[in-house]
């Protein structure tokens, strides 16, 4: 289960979230879902979102869960898809699920959709647990 408020003492604390603009929007049982608003400073050349910036709300949405436990964990391998694009206005909701959780590695998946719910990324994390 998901210690909501290890997740807002988290994200309270990260500056780089708080420069995207990302916000915690849920937390249940089994998901974590954080938000971020596409604003003209996160768009590219071509006008859409910064692939960078859509890997930045998917990552927070995978530290957030990761470091909901008591364990801290750090990131080891990530990797992400780009199915579709978004553009200025566009609410992005990165939603996470755990995967598999063992003693010392963990995995999880998280779906980045833009405001007509379209999948814009499909993300994937492995972390270390512990030190």
């Known amino acids: 289960m998901i210690d909501r ?21 849920d937390v249940t049982e089994d998901t974590l879902t954080v938000g971020m608003t596409v604003t003209d400073h996160l768009t590219n050349f071509h006008g859409a979102t910064h ?7 998917a990552d927070c949405a ?8 008591p364990e801290d964990a750090s990131a080891i391998d990530t990797h992400m898809v780009f199915s579709a694009a978004s553009r200025i206005g566009d609410e992005l909701t990165a939603t996470a ?17 833009r405001t007509d719910g379209r999948v814009v990324g499909h993300f ?3 972390v270390f647990i512990g030190s």
Not at 51 to 57: M, R
């Open 5 to 25: 408020a290890r997740v807002e003492a988290r994200l309270t604390n990260d500056r780089y979230a708080a420069g995207l603009g990302i916000h915690l929007v």
């Open 51 to 57: 692939g960078g910036a859509v890997f930045s709300l």
């Open 62 to 69: 995978l530290s957030l869960y990761a470091n909901s436990y």
């Open 97 to 113: 699920s755990e995967v598999h959780r063992g003693r010392r590695l963990a995995t999880y998946r998280i779906l980045v959709r």
């Open 124 to 126: 994937t994390g492995t």
